[in-house]
Structure formats: structure tokens, C-alpha cells
């Protein structure tokens, strides 16, 4: 059941994170670096929930 939940909880900041590079990328003077890094982020998340999965 933890395992459940922590793959609920990396989810939610997965998508939050999708939405806010989405936001980002929006706006006319958008800032490369800062939507790589956020990128990278939500690539980690992902690849923790799909390690997550796997162990279940």
C-alpha cells in the first residue's frame, strides 16, 4: 500500500511539473535553462515511478 501512494504522490508532482513546463513555454522570453532543468526533473519522476511499478 506505501507503494501505492508514492506512486500517486510522484504522479501528481509529475504532472504538476508537466503543466508548469507547459506554462512556461508559453511566454515569449522563456528560459531555456530553467526548462531543461524542469525537464530533467519531471525525466526523473518518471522514471522513479516506473522503477516503483515494476517492484510491485
Same mark, same amino acid.
Given at each position: 500500500?506505501? &507503494? #501505492?501512494? /508514492?506512486?500517486? #504522490? +510522484?504522479?501528481? !508532482?509529475?504532472? @504538476? %511539473?508537466?503543466? $508548469?513546463? =507547459? #506554462? &512556461? $513555454? *508559453?511566454?515569449?522570453?522563456?528560459? &531555456? %535553462? @530553467?526548462?531543461? &532543468? %524542469?525537464k530533467?526533473? *519531471? %525525466? /526523473?519522476?518518471? =522514471?522513479?515511478?516506473?522503477?516503483? /511499478? !515494476? +517492484?510491485?
Open positions: 500500500m506505501a &507503494t #501505492e501512494a /508514492r506512486i500517486k #504522490e +510522484l504522479d501528481s !508532482r509529475h504532472s @504538476q %511539473l508537466d503543466a $508548469r513546463i =507547459e #506554462e &512556461t $513555454r *508559453k511566454h515569449p522570453s522563456a528560459d &531555456t %535553462l @530553467q526548462l531543461a &532543468t %524542469l530533467k526533473q *519531471k %525525466l /526523473r519522476l518518471k =522514471e522513479e515511478i516506473e522503477r516503483l /511499478r !515494476r +517492484l510491485q
